[in-house]
């Protein structure tokens, strides 16, 4: 059953900033904060005994800033460093924050760190199968929200270069084309003029592709 408790004993979680430093654009926030100030908080927080926030970090900003004194929680004894601790609060984050593909990718990436996914996905350590701890990628799809083939995508972002990253995190190019990039500089390894960006993309990605892979060239079809 959740607890209502003063606001002021509430402290977030040391990773939070380190993992989600952005918060909700400005027309979302004055949005979240205004119906916290009319409704109060409809789902509680999740806190360990000393209350540090591991689910709620963006209701908890808001309701400071709507002048709540005091919140519903749910009290959870977990240890805040821990594993488990620490998946929640990549949970909660990615289900309610709007995160671009390479923030989401990152965070599937340290939930792989944390519970031992070996490559490919199906390996299992040692020392994973004693403890039980997770080790395929479909349960990291689990503990997000998100489809084993969704994760798997997600995670090969990782893998790109940082200049492919910023594209894409920027929002200026899709994922088809950055995918379309990888492929296209691969097959062009030995054989640069034989290369086609590929009928699958649309005209303008496939100038993209091109004029990426070969900027001191002009993009031609």
């Keep these: 059953m959740p607890n209502e408790v003063p606001i002021s004993l509430l402290k977030p979680h040391p990773k939070n900033k380190e ?56 009290i959870r004894d977990l240890d805040p460093e821990s594993d488990e601790a620490v998946s929640l609060l990549i949970r909660d984050n990615l289900l309610r924050r709007l995160l671009s593909d390479v923030q989401v990718a990152r965070l599937i990436r340290k939930l792989k760190e944390i519970h ?14 004693s403890n039980g701890k997770i080790c395929r990628l479909k349960e990291v799809g689990d503990i997000v929200g998100l489809p084993e083939r969704t994760v798997r995508h997600l995670d090969k972002l990782n893998n790109l270069i940082p200049n492919l990253q910023a594209l894409l995190e920027s929002g200026r190019w899709t994922a ?46």
């Design 176 to 221: 088809t084309t950055v995918a379309a990039i990888v492929r296209f500089r691969a097959a062009c390894a030995g054989e640069r003029r034989k290369c086609c960006p590929g009928r699958i993309l649309v005209k303008t990605e496939r100038a993209r592709v091109r004029l990426f892979c070969f900027p001191g060239e002009q993009a031609r079809e």
């Design 19 to 74: 993992f989600f430093p952005d918060s909700l654009p400005d027309h979302l926030w004055r949005e979240m904060v205004e119906d916290i100030q009319q409704n109060g908080i409809i789902n509680p927080l999740i806190v360990t005994p000393d209350y540090v926030v591991l689910a709620g970090h963006l209701r908890f900003e808001a309701a400071k800033e709507a002048g709540l004194a005091r919140v519903p929680v749910i």
């Design 116 to 129: 031992n996914v070996k490559r490919g996905g199906d390996r299992r350590s040692e020392e994973a199968k």
